[in-house]
């Protein structure tokens, strides 16, 4: 008998481009890429900058602080897997360095997250091979 795919989160699949992302996360670090032709920093990982086009990119550890910009409470689950996780809170985070990114609150009612609210990452290991980046109040 087959086992109910429904129930279990997706995980994410690791590429050339986001491998050591993934990897420094695992190691406890938020590592963005910073362009060294013309300085953007970008959270995304790619194989080129986003503002200039150079491949000239390298890892350092982000801070982990940022503030939130934007959020939304689910209330209604996607599918099965997340059932239980409901209420909570999707957010989009300034980080400190520049870069946005969407992530989770983790630690506290989603019903308490405002605009500007300070945050810093937190690391939660889901397997031995994935940890993903969500946010707490700082």
């Known amino acids: 008998m087959a086992s109910d795919d429904s129930t279990r989160k997706p995980l994410p699949a690791p590429d050339a481009d986001t491998a050591a992302f ?39 550890p982000a801070t982990g602080r940022g503030k939130v910009h934007s959020f939304s409470v689910v209330y209604r689950a996607p599918g099965p897997a997340f ?34 609210m300070e945050v810093e990452l937190a690391f939660d290991q889901v397997s031995d091979d994935v940890t993903l980046p969500r946010f707490r109040k700082a």
């Open 22 to 60: 993934w990897r420094g996360l695992r190691h406890g670090e938020l590592l963005l890429q910073h362009c060294r032709r013309c300085r953007n920093v970008q959270y995304y990982q790619q194989a080129t900058c986003r503002e200039c086009g150079s491949d000239e990119l390298e890892h350092k």
């Open 83 to 116: 059932k239980t996780d409901v209420p909570y809170a999707v957010l989009l985070v300034e980080l400190a360095e520049g870069p946005r990114m969407i992530s989770t609150l983790t630690g506290s009612d989603p019903e308490d997250v405002t605009f500007d």
